[in-house]
C-alpha cells in the first residue's frame, strides 16, 4: 500500500495527476462535494446558537467516504489536494471532518495540473484555510436562510412550488426589467442619408451624412437641393491609431467569448473548460484574475517569436479590476504555449484555441493603424457628406485574435479609402435617404446577463453557469429562439438626377437563444420588488459579495455578517405574513363580460395564466381560455381576454391525412400537432386556432427534417433524438424517453454517448424485471432499491424472505397479494 493519500474532486484529475506523484502515492477522487445541508429540518441550522449548522454526508457520497476512510487509515499522510477556491477549500474542510482527520491534514493547492506544478504543490503543503471556509459556508448558510424562509410565502401568496434565491432572483430581474423596457419602448422613425461615387478603376465610394432627419419632408427636401449638384472633395484627414489586446481569459470573459465566436452556452463552455483543465491543457478555470506568472509570459514571448517574429512581442502585465480578485491566482491559459491546436474532440479544440490566442495576444505588440476622413462638399447646400476607412499599417495582435462584440450590429468601418485628392470632382451615383428605427436595448443572451451581473458585482465566477441553469430549469427564464415581424420602410433615391420612392419591408425583431422571462418569472419578481426589495436589490446583492470577501480575507467574523443580515431579513419575513395574496396569482378581475353578464378575470394556474369566464360557484361551469405568450398577466385588458375566450377550443381536429386525424392540441409545452399518436411542437408563428391542414403537414415535414438533422444519428435503424422536457432534457430512442445524467448536456453530448445512456436504460429495465407473466401483464416480480417485490397493479406487495423470487409462479403472486394488507389511507391535514 502507498504511504501517501492525495484526494481530488474529480477521477479524471486523479489519474493525471497519480502518474506524476509515483508509486508513494495514491490518488483518489471524492467525487465533488461530501457533505452538505440536509434537504429537510427545522434545526438545520440553528439560528439562535450562533447559526451553527448541521452537516450530513450525501447519500451517493457515503460509499466514497467509507472507501476513503479506510485508504486513510492505511496510509501515513492525508493530502487535500482540492480545487484553489473557496468551494474547493470547503470541499476539503468537509473531507476533513468526514474522515475524522487531523487538524494538521497537509492541503496543496496548484492551478494547473502540469509535473512541475503538482510536484511544487506537495513541497508547499499549508493548513486548511478557514477564512475561506467560512466564506463558502456562510454563502450557503445565506442562501439556505433565504430560500427556506422566502419561498413558503410565495408558496402562501402566490403560487405552490416556487422558489427564490438571493442571486437567481436577481438575474431574473435583470431579465424581466429588460423586457419591460422592450414592451414601454415607442419606436421613433427616422431618415438616414448616404450616398455612392463611381471612381475610376470600377472603385466605389460610399459616404453618409453625419445627421439624419427627423421628418420624411426634411429627408426629401434634402434630395432636392441636391439634384444637379456638383459633389467634391472639402478636406483629407489622415491620423495614426493603434489597437490595444484585451486581457487573458478571466471566468466570465471565457463564458462570453465562447458564447459569441463558438455558439456556446454558459454551462457548455464551464464543461468543456473543466476537462481542459483536468487533462493539463490549461490552468484553473475559475478565476477573476487577469494576470500571468513570469513563467507564463516567458512561455508566451518563445511561442510568439517563434510563430511571428521578435517585433510581434511585447510583454504586458495586466492589472485585475475587480478588488476581489486574488492577485496570487492567474488568468485562463495555456500550460504549453507551444501547442497552439489539439487533436480530438471538436468542442475542446476550438476552445482552447480560443484560450491560446487569446493568451498569445494580451503579450503582443499593439496593432497600428492609420484612419482617413474624407469630407464632401455639396455644391447647392452647406451640408457635408463623410467617408472614413481606415488601413492596417502593422497587425501586431491582430495576427493572432481580435476580442468579439456584444452589439450584433457594431462593426467598424475597416473598407479601406481609395486615393483621392482635394478638389476632386465626384461622380454621384445614387443618393438615397432610407427611413431607419430606434431600437430597444436588446434582449440578454447567456453571454450579455454574465457581463451585467459581473459589472454590477452580482455572484463569483463558479456561480453564473449554475444561476442561468437554475432560473431556466425552474421556468422563471426561457432561452429560445423567436421569429421577427414584417415591418415596413419607406426610401427615396435620386439618381440621373430623378427622385423616386418606394415601399418595402423587412423583417425585424428577430431573436437566436435570447432569454425572455416567463409569466411566472415576473410576476415573482414583481411581488419580491414590492415586498422583499433587499432580497432583489442590486446593490445589496453586490454588498454581500464584498462582506463575503471580506471573510475570505479574515477582515470579518461570519458570524457577525449573519447576525447583521438575519435580524432585519427575518422580521421582513415575519411582517409578510399580513401582506395580501398577489392579485394577479390569486387572480384580477378584468370586467363583465358584455354577452353573458358573467364576471372575466385572468388568473395563475399550475401550467400557467389563463382567463377565466364565470365564477366557480355559480350553476353553468366557467369557461377559461390560455394566454398566448405575447400577452401578459399583468396588463391584460377586457378586451383581449374576450378575444382569447372566443377564440376555438383546443384540441380540435383540423382534418384527415392518410385515413388518420390530424389534430391540433395545447400541453404543458405550448400547441401541438397529433398525428398517427405522435407529437409535434407547433412553433411560432402558427396559430393553433387557425392553422389548417396544409399547413399543418408542412410544420410535421419540417420538423421531420429538423429532427434527422439535429439529431444524432441512427443506432439499431432508429433516430437518436435529443430534447428538453418537462423533467429536463433527454434523448429518444425508439419511441423511448432517456434522461441525461448530471454530468450530460445536450450542446454538447456526442452520439457515443447518447448510445452509452439507451444501452444503460436498456440494461437498468433488464435488470429490474425478474419475472413477467403473458397471462396476466399487471402482475410482476420485480427488483427494486430494498430488495425483490411483487407489483399488482399499483400495488406493492413484500416477498416473504424464505420465497425465491425468480420461482414464484402467477398463483403463488395472487396468493400473497391477497394474503399482504390493505394500504393504509392517507388523510391530508387542513
Known amino acids: 500500500m502507498a504511504k501517501n493519500l492525495v484526494i481530488v474532486e474529480s477521477p479524471a484529475k486523479a489519474k493525471t495527476i497519480e502518474g506524476y506523484l509515483g508509486k508513494d502515492f495514491i490518488v483518489k477522487s471524492s467525487f465533488g462535494h461530501v457533505r452538505d445541508l440536509p434537504t429537510k429540518g427545522d434545526k438545520v441550522i440553528d439560528v439562535d446558537n450562533d447559526f451553527t449548522p448541521t452537516y450530513v454526508v450525501s447519500a451517493d457520497k457515503t460509499q466514497v467516504i467509507s472507501e476513503l476512510k479506510k485508504l486513510a487509515k492505511s496510509c501515513e499522510e492525508v493530502w487535500l489536494a482540492t480545487d484553489d477556491d473557496r468551494e474547493g477549500e470547503a470541499i476539503s474542510w468537509h473531507l476533513k471532518e468526514a474522515l475524522n482527520l487531523k487538524d494538521n491534514t497537509k492541503r496543496i493547492v496548484f492551478r494547473e495540473i502540469t509535473k512541475s506544478a503538482i510536484l511544487k504543490a506537495i513541497e508547499q503543503p499549508r493548513a486548511i484555510d478557514m477564512d475561506l471556509v467560512n466564506a463558502?459556508?456562510?454563502?450557503?448558510?445565506?442562501?439556505?436562510?433565504?430560500?427556506?424562509?422566502?419561498?413558503?410565502?410565495?408558496?402562501?401568496?402566490?403560487?405552490?412550488?416556487?422558489?427564490?434565491?438571493?442571486?437567481?432572483?436577481?438575474?431574473?430581474?435583470?431579465?424581466?426589467?429588460?423586457?419591460?423596457?422592450?414592451?414601454?419602448?415607442?419606436?421613433?422613425?427616422?431618415?438616414?442619408?448616404?450616398?455612392?461615387?463611381?471612381?475610376?478603376?470600377?472603385?466605389?465610394?460610399?459616404?453618409?451624412?453625419?445627421?439624419?432627419?427627423?421628418?420624411?419632408?426634411?429627408?426629401?427636401?434634402?434630395?432636392?437641393?441636391?439634384?444637379?449638384?456638383?459633389?467634391?472633395?472639402?478636406?483629407?484627414?489622415?491620423?495614426?491609431?493603434?489597437?490595444t489586446p484585451a486581457p487573458p481569459f478571466t471566468t466570465s470573459t471565457l463564458q462570453q467569448e465562447a458564447s459569441r465566436k463558438l455558439g456556446y452556452a454558459v454551462a457548455t463552455t464551464m464543461s468543456i473548460a473543466q476537462k481542459l483543465y483536468e487533462s493539463g491543457r490549461i490552468s484553473y478555470m475559475r478565476t477573476d484574475s487577469t494576470m500571468l506568472s513570469?513563467?507564463?509570459?516567458?512561455?508566451?514571448?518563445?511561442?510568439?517569436?517563434?510563430?511571428?517574429?521578435?517585433?510581434?512581442?511585447?510583454?504586458?502585465?495586466?492589472?485585475?479590476?475587480?478588488?476581489?480578485?486574488?492577485?496570487?491566482?492567474?488568468?485562463?491559459?495555456?500550460?504549453?504555449?507551444?501547442?497552439?491546436?489539439?487533436?480530438?474532440?471538436?468542442?475542446?479544440?476550438?476552445?482552447?484555441?480560443?484560450?491560446?490566442?487569446?493568451?498569445?495576444?494580451?503579450?503582443?505588440?499593439?496593432?497600428?493603424l492609420e484612419r482617413t476622413t474624407a469630407q464632401i462638399e455639396i455644391s447647392t447646400t452647406t451640408e457635408v457628406l463623410v467617408a472614413q476607412g481606415e488601413v492596417i499599417a502593422f497587425e501586431g495582435f491582430l495576427k493572432a485574435y481580435l476580442e468579439g462584440k456584444d452589439d450584433?450590429?457594431?462593426?467598424?468601418?475597416?473598407?479601406?479609402?481609395?486615393?483621392?485628392?482635394?478638389?476632386?470632382?465626384?461622380?454621384?451615383?445614387?443618393?438615397?435617404?432610407?427611413?431607419?428605427?430606434?431600437?430597444?436595448?436588446?434582449?440578454?443572451?447567456?453571454?450579455?446577463?454574465?457581463?451585467?451581473?459581473?459589472?454590477?458585482?452580482?455572484?463569483?465566477?463558479?456561480?453564473?453557469?449554475?444561476?442561468?441553469?437554475?432560473?431556466?430549469?425552474?421556468?422563471?427564464?426561457?432561452?429560445?429562439?423567436?421569429?421577427?415581424?414584417?415591418?415596413?420602410?419607406?426610401?427615396?433615391?435620386?439618381?440621373?438626377?430623378?427622385?423616386?420612392?418606394?415601399?418595402?419591408?423587412?423583417?425585424?425583431?428577430?431573436?437566436?437563444?435570447?432569454?425572455?422571462?416567463?409569466?411566472?418569472?415576473?410576476?415573482?419578481?414583481?411581488?419580491?420588488?414590492?415586498?422583499?426589495?433587499e432580497v432583489?436589490?442590486?446593490?445589496?446583492?453586490?454588498?454581500?459579495?464584498?462582506?463575503?470577501?471580506?471573510?475570505?480575507?479574515?477582515?470579518?467574523?461570519?458570524?457577525?455578517?449573519?447576525?447583521?443580515?438575519?435580524g432585519s431579513f427575518h422580521k421582513t419575513i415575519e411582517d409578510s405574513k399580513s401582506i395580501a395574496r398577489s392579485s394577479v396569482g390569486g387572480g384580477r378581475e378584468l370586467g363583465v363580460d358584455p354577452e353573458t353578464g358573467k364576471k372575466i378575470s385572468v388568473r395563475l394556474g399550475k401550467f400557467g395564466p389563463f382567463v377565466q369566464l364565470g365564477e366557480s360557484g355559480e350553476e353553468d361551469k366557467p369557461v377559461f381560455a390560455n394566454l398566448a405568450k405575447h400577452h401578459s398577466i399583468a396588463t391584460l385588458s377586457l378586451e383581449d381576454a374576450i378575444a382569447l375566450l372566443a377564440r376555438p377550443k383546443l384540441p380540435r381536429e383540423i382534418g384527415i391525412l392518410d385515413d388518420k386525424p390530424v389534430v391540433i392540441g395545447a400541453g404543458k409545452l405550448g400547441p401541438y400537432i397529433k398525428y398517427d399518436g405522435k407529437f409535434t411542437s407547433l412553433p411560432e408563428p402558427n396559430d393553433p386556432f387557425t392553422i389548417e391542414l396544409d399547413q399543418a403537414v408542412l410544420v410535421m415535414q419540417a420538423a421531420l427534417k429538423a429532427a434527422e438533422s439535429a439529431g444524432l444519428g441512427y443506432f439499431e435503424d432508429q433516430l437518436i433524438e435529443t430534447g428538453k422536457g418537462r423533467f429536463g432534457p433527454y434523448v429518444k430512442h425508439n419511441g423511448k424517453y432517456i434522461s441525461l445524467g448530471k454530468t450530460d448536456n445536450l450542446t454538447s453530448l456526442t452520439q457515443e454517448r447518447a448510445i452509452e445512456l439507451i444501452l444503460a436504460k436498456r440494461n437498468a429495465e433488464a435488470n429490474k424485471m425478474i419475472k413477467e407473466f403473458p397471462e396476466n401483464a399487471a402482475i410482476k416480480v420485480v427488483n427494486g432499491m430494498y430488495g425483490p417485490y411483487i407489483q399488482i397493479g399499483k400495488r406493492n406487495v413484500?416477498?416473504?424472505?424464505?420465497?425465491?423470487?425468480?420461482?414464484?409462479?402467477?398463483?403463488?403472486?395472487?396468493?400473497?397479494?391477497?394474503?399482504?394488507?390493505?394500504?393504509?389511507?392517507?388523510?391530508?391535514?387542513?
Not at 477582515?555 to 447576525?563: D, G, N, R
Not at 420465497?803 to 388523510?827: F, M, V, Y
Open 136 to 243: 463558502q459556508q456562510a454563502r450557503r448558510i445565506m442562501d439556505r436562510l433565504i430560500g427556506f424562509e422566502l419561498s413558503p410565502v410565495l408558496w402562501s401568496k402566490v403560487q405552490k412550488g416556487l422558489s427564490a434565491g438571493r442571486v437567481q432572483s436577481v438575474a431574473v430581474r435583470l431579465i424581466v426589467e429588460r423586457e419591460k423596457e422592450i414592451e414601454q419602448h415607442a419606436s421613433i422613425a427616422t431618415f438616414k442619408v448616404s450616398a455612392l461615387f463611381d471612381l475610376p478603376g470600377k472603385k466605389v465610394l460610399k459616404a453618409e451624412l453625419a445627421k439624419n432627419f427627423a421628418k420624411e419632408g426634411d429627408a426629401l427636401e434634402f434630395l432636392k437641393k441636391c439634384v444637379g449638384a456638383t459633389f467634391s472633395i472639402k478636406s483629407l484627414e489622415t491620423k495614426p491609431a493603434k489597437k
Open 294 to 368: 513570469q513563467e507564463a509570459r516567458d512561455k508566451a514571448k518563445a511561442a510568439i517569436e517563434s510563430n511571428y517574429g521578435e517585433k510581434f512581442h511585447h510583454a504586458r502585465q495586466f492589472k485585475t479590476k475587480s478588488d476581489s480578485a486574488q492577485e496570487a491566482h492567474e488568468a485562463i491559459r495555456p500550460t504549453d504555449f507551444g501547442m497552439s491546436t489539439l487533436s480530438g474532440d471538436s468542442r475542446e479544440r476550438k476552445l482552447y484555441e480560443l484560450i491560446w490566442k487569446r493568451s498569445i495576444a494580451s503579450q503582443m505588440s499593439d496593432a497600428l
Open 408 to 533: 450584433e450590429d457594431e462593426d467598424e468601418n475597416k473598407d479601406m479609402l481609395p486615393p483621392l485628392s482635394v478638389g476632386q470632382i465626384l461622380q454621384l451615383d445614387e443618393l438615397k435617404a432610407q427611413e431607419r428605427f430606434s431600437r430597444a436595448a436588446p434582449r440578454y443572451t447567456e453571454a450579455s446577463l454574465v457581463k451585467a451581473l459581473e459589472e454590477k458585482g452580482i455572484g463569483r465566477p463558479s456561480t453564473y453557469a449554475p444561476t442561468i441553469s437554475t432560473i431556466i430549469k425552474r421556468a422563471y427564464v426561457e432561452k429560445e429562439d423567436r421569429a421577427g415581424k414584417e415591418r415596413t420602410y419607406q426610401t427615396w433615391t435620386l439618381k440621373d438626377d430623378e427622385i423616386a420612392g418606394v415601399k418595402a419591408t423587412e423583417i425585424v425583431g428577430a431573436e437566436k437563444s435570447k432569454l425572455f422571462p416567463t409569466h411566472i418569472g415576473t410576476l415573482v419578481t414583481d411581488f419580491l420588488v414590492e415586498n422583499f426589495q
Open 536 to 566: 432583489v436589490d442590486y446593490t445589496f446583492t453586490a454588498e454581500m459579495e464584498n462582506e463575503f470577501d471580506h471573510i475570505a480575507q479574515g477582515k470579518l467574523p461570519w458570524v457577525k455578517l449573519m447576525k447583521d443580515f438575519y
Open 798 to 830: 413484500k416477498i416473504p424472505k424464505d420465497q425465491d423470487p425468480a420461482s414464484l409462479t402467477l398463483e403463488d403472486c395472487i396468493a400473497l397479494g391477497d394474503a399482504a394488507p390493505a394500504p393504509k389511507k392517507t388523510t391530508r391535514k387542513k
